[in-house]
């Protein structure tokens, strides 16, 4: 979808494919995973806990915080982040309001 483009469709809907497009890889999908199973802000374990390269986790982490679905402060020498809970609720309620709208019909193709 073309920069320019975007301005045809709905605030909605172009926030909604942004956070889905930070979601659409693995990595983030495991940070975001460690981060809910922390419960807490995360800092320098997640190269230990997924094991993957501390810049591959940077520029993940990096996406994640562009679409706004992580928050980050910094503390010393650190940056330390954590899941941003009104960015998580707008997610969890557009997905429901996008999924919940299909109605199984009773014969398709």
Known sequence: MGLTKTEIFTEEQ??????LKALAHPARIAIL?????AN??????LVDDLGLAQATISQHLKELKNAGLIQG????V???YCIEPKAWKI???ELELFTGSYCEPGKCC
């Open 14 to 19: 172009n926030r909604l494919a942004a956070m």
């Open 33 to 37: 995973q460690q981060m809910i199973r």
């Open 40 to 45: 807490a802000c995360i800092c320098g374990d």
């Open 73 to 76: 402060t910094i503390e010393g």
């Open 78 to 80: 650190s940056t330390c």
């Open 91 to 93: 997610l969890r309620d």
